[in-house]
């Protein structure tokens, strides 16, 4: 084992505080990874606070990881010491499962979470990116492009993977009109996304606050869900909406923004479960659809098409011992748009 530094929640609700825990050796098909930033995902929030059910304690948060190599095992050919590289919100999956599906494996049987998890086959925990470093089977690990800064790259190995994927999956284009639902952590990296990829982009923020924002990311409307009016100005003309919000909404409402055949799209996770009226589907033919991240290979081919077009996270910097700070902030939605952590001050 090797001895790492990082941050903690001992228990549910509990402060991060600094923790030394065990890394594993590394095996043949390991890379051993420095640990340069890691994004602050709203993820990390409920999950320290087990509002999902599913945290294992103590818990190293951290799965927008961003860093350099510093060993590699003996049987990994897609990387060297010194490549820029990154680590997402998983760390391995069922290589042998009947279903398996390198396409969409985030979504087959045996995901084992960068955080919150554990290792195959053991009773170590995995531990996520608020840490000095960490040790990561090849097949998991994704190259940076090295037109991107490591520290804005970060937020893109979930909030920017969180967004491409629906926006791939569903065809935003051009021709296409897509809305994206709170211009947050994961709705800023959906409008510069979409609009890369050509489609015409409405912002749906309960206020115009960040309108400027969002329009220089790239939207080409911005709408206030405050004003009852956006709702008439708006029924029925979207081929695409993307609700990237935490909080209970009226499903319904929003829905009514489709077009015939509209597709709307949950990437936000409420805790507490909703409710829907049947006639908010059927009249419009229209599809309640939910996404979760990307597989191995869509994420690089995410990386690549940020890099190639130059898309990074909005971000401010923080030291490791400003992260309570930090989510304290973020429940207010006090961040424009993703705190990264520079992990040189752990």
């Known amino acids: 084992m090797a001895i790492a530094k990082g941050y903690a929640a001992a228990t549910?609700?509990?402060?991060?505080?600094?923790?030394?825990?065990?890394?594993?050796?590394?095996?043949?098909?390991?890379?051993?990874?420095?640990?340069?930033?890691?994004?602050?995902?709203?993820?990390?929030?409920?999950?320290?606070?087990?509002?999902?059910?599913q945290s294992v304690y103590p818990i190293v948060p951290g799965h927008e990881i961003t860093g350099v190599v510093?060993?590699?095992?003996?049987?990994?050919?897609?990387?060297?010491?010194?490549?820029?590289?990154?680590?997402?919100?998983?760390v391995d999956s069922c290589t042998t499962c009947a279903a398996r599906d390198l396409d969409r494996e985030q979504y087959m049987p045996g995901l084992i979470l960068t955080y919150s998890g554990f290792e195959p086959g053991s009773d170590l925990p995995t531990y996520g990116g608020y840490s000095d470093h960490m040790v990561v089977k090849e097949g998991y690990v994704l190259s940076i492009p090295d037109s991107l800064p490591l520290d804005a790259a970060a937020p893109l190995l979930c909030a920017g993977i969180t967004l491409y994927s629906p926006l791939r999956?569903?065809?935003?284009?051009?021709?296409?009109?897509?809305?994206?639902?709170?211009?947050?952590?994961?709705?800023?990296?959906?409008?510069k996304l979409a609009h890369a990829l050509g489609a015409e982009v409405t912002v749906l923020s309960q206020t115009l606050s960040k309108q400027e924002d969002g329009l220089k990311m790239g939207a080409d409307h911005y709408y206030a869900t405050s004003d009852p009016k956006t709702f008439e100005t708006l029924a029925g003309t979207f081929d695409l909406l993307i609700c990237t919000v935490s909080a209970a909404l009226d499903w319904g409402a929003y829905l009514n923004l489709l077009k015939v055949d509209g597709t709307m799209v949950l990437v936000g996770a409420p805790e507490e479960p909703?409710?829907?009226?049947?006639?908010?589907?059927?009249?419009?033919?229209?599809?309640?659809?939910?996404?979760?991240?990307?597989?191995?290979?869509?994420?690089?081919?995410?990386?690549?098409?940020?890099?190639?077009?130059?898309?990074?996270?909005?971000?401010?910097?923080?030291?490791i011992d400003q992260i309570n700070e930090a989510y304290a902030r973020m429940q207010k939605s006090d961040v424009r748009y993703r705190f990264v952590i520079d992990m040189s001050t752990l």
Do not use: Y
């Not at 825990?21 to 051993?32: A, I, K, S, Y």
């Not at 510093?70 to 998983?90: I, L, Q, W, Y």
């Open 12 to 53: 549910a609700s509990a402060p991060l505080t600094p923790f030394t825990f065990d890394r594993r050796e590394p095996n043949d098909d390991d890379v051993v990874i420095a640990i340069k930033h890691c994004g602050v995902c709203h993820s990390d929030l409920h999950m320290v606070d087990n509002g999902w059910g």
């Open 70 to 90: 510093t060993a590699v095992g003996s049987k990994v050919s897609r990387f060297k010491e010194g490549d820029r590289v990154g680590v997402g919100c998983f």
């Open 169 to 191: 999956h569903w065809n935003a284009g051009p021709g296409k009109t897509v809305a994206i639902l709170g211009l947050g952590g994961l709705g800023h990296m959906g409008v």
């Open 274 to 319: 909703a409710t829907l009226n049947a006639f908010a589907l059927i009249p419009g033919r229209r599809t309640l659809a939910g996404s979760m991240i990307g597989s191995i290979k869509e994420t690089q081919e995410m990386l690549d098409f940020c890099g190639e077009h130059g898309i990074v996270a909005d971000i401010e910097t923080i030291a």
